[in-house]
């Protein structure tokens, strides 16, 4: 996701409900130096807002709940043509640059929660997958350079 200029969000969970066993990291790739805080990260209690900045190398992870939102920035005003951003990217224009990628423990105790989070008017195309739990894994053995189906709780896995 990248972002030149925000003056509208919403606070909101990506994630919710999964038992704890779901998370929302985000990474920022392409950073913007000298700003006010970018993210707005809302406590468990819901009483407390935390602006932080995105930091080259430093993920934050969301779990069930995690209400976050874009905070107000403009790193580049489209109506003001008199800022210089020359050198600041390929186009003159700052942007942050951030990836997001959601991760699960699936089993019998979420994986109704995983499915509704994520088939909505445009079913995400893994949906499928979790129609039979517990579900197996898939390991690499090294030494022979194969891989195998396992059932969880296999001890030899």
Not at 10 to 39: C, Q, R
Request: with cysteine; net charge negative; glycine share 8%.
């Amino acid at each position: 996701m990248g972002v030149t200029h925000c003056d509208k969000s919403l606070m909101h969970s990506d994630i919710y409900a999964t038992e704890d066993k779901s998370w929302n990291i985000v990474f920022p790739l392409i950073t913007v130096e000298g700003t006010d805080p970018e993210l707005d990260i809302m406590s468990e209690n819901l009483n407390t807002i935390v602006g932080v900045h995105y930091l080259k190398d430093v993920a934050y992870a969301m779990g069930d709940f995690g209400y976050h939102k874009t905070r107000m920035i403009s790193y580049h005003d489209p109506d003001d043509n008199g800022q210089d951003y020359d050198g600041m990217t390929a186009n003159g224009i700052p942007i942050r640059v951030v990836f997001g990628v959601y991760c699960s423990q699936i089993d019998e105790t979420n994986v109704a929660m995983i499915r509704h989070i994520y088939d909505g008017d445009d079913p995400a195309p893994f949906a499928d997958q979790f129609k039979d739990v517990p579900m197996r894994e898939i390991h690499w053995d090294l030494a022979t350079g194969t891989s195998t189906l396992a059932n969880p709780g296999d001890e030899e896995f």
